[in-house]
Structure formats: C-alpha cells, structure tokens
C-alpha cells in the first residue's frame, strides 16, 4: 500500500522510467540500425553521370601554340603545342580529385600529385598519366571535347 500513499508525480516517474539495461538495450538498437543505413548508403552508392560529355568551345584559331585552356564543365585542358591541339583530363588519376595549372604543370590539391603539360606524373601518389580526350572540328570550325573517348597520347588534332 505504500504505492498508494505515494505522490501521483513520483508514481507516473516510476511508470515512465527506464532501467539502464533498458537504456542499454534500445541504444544498441538504435546505433545498429544507424550502422546499417549508413553501410547500405556506402555500398549503394552511385557516381552521379556526368553530363555534359560532349562540348563544342572556341573556333580552332583561339589557342595559339603554348596555350593551356581550362574547360571545367568536362573536367578537362585544352593545350596546344607544335603538333596540334590536345585534350587531357583535369581528373587525377590517384583518387579523382581535379587538377589545377601550377607554373607549366598541373598539380592536385588533395595529394600533391604533378602531372607535366603531356599529362605524364612527375610526383605521386598518382602513377599513372592523365587521360587524353577526343577532340574534333565542328562544321563551324569549332573545336568540340568529347570527354566520354580516351584517345592515344601522340593523337593531335591539326587545324589547318
């Protein structure tokens, strides 16, 4: 009876509280289930597409030999030396990051990685070279990147 003769505050706390292996309990559960959704977001994770893949840019005669031209909407240089004009890709090839033009070479900023303006790896972590992409001539005597085509490093496109 000495419930009974107990406030109705202290009664209702008694009803509501927890026991800590109740606590225990339903933190390891919820933790858990925390856990894994995040393991199911990680493994079901998707690179989004990139788009756009093709993009047509200046006429031919805009990029003088010894020029570099970013293009950042496909992740990607334009350069153009005696042979012709060439596409390498801004993307490292250590973990993805993009590179950026450092005093006539491109560096990564997550690593430290160097690439020469061949896209050949001067420093590492990256061992292997930059990507060359496709470039072509449009109707209009534009120059279009398509970043979806790997090409040959030695393929130069020669605008007459």
């Known amino acids: 009876m000495a419930v009974r003769d107990e406030p109705l ?12 292996r109740a606590f225990l309990k339903m933190s ?3 933790s858990g289930v925390l856990t894994s959704w995040g393991i199911f977001r990680f493994l079901g994770y998707q690179q989004p ?39 390498l890709s ?4 250590h973990l993805g990051c993009t590179v950026g033009e450092t005093e006539k070479t491109f560096e990564c900023p997550c690593h430290g990685s160097r690439f020469n303006l061949k896209g050949a790896a001067l420093q590492g972590p990256a ?7 496709e470039l072509s001539l449009s109707e209009e005597n534009q120059v279009v990147l398509d970043s979806s085509i790997k090409v040959p490093a030695s393929q130069r496109l020669n605008p007459l």
Not at 9 to 20: D, G, W
Not at 71 to 86: F, H, M, N, S, T
Not at 127 to 133: F, Q, S, V
């Open 9 to 20: 505050e202290r009664q209702k706390l008694k009803e509501v509280s927890l026991s800590r």
């Open 28 to 30: 390891l559960i919820a």
């Open 49 to 87: 597409a990139e788009n756009p893949v093709r993009l047509a840019l200046m006429e031919a005669e805009a990029y003088p030999v010894g020029s570099m031209t970013s293009v950042p909407q496909l992740k990607a240089w334009v350069l153009r030396d005696e042979a012709g004009l060439y596409a």
């Open 90 to 93: 801004a993307v490292c090839t």
């Open 127 to 133: 061992e292997n070279p930059l990507e060359y992409l």
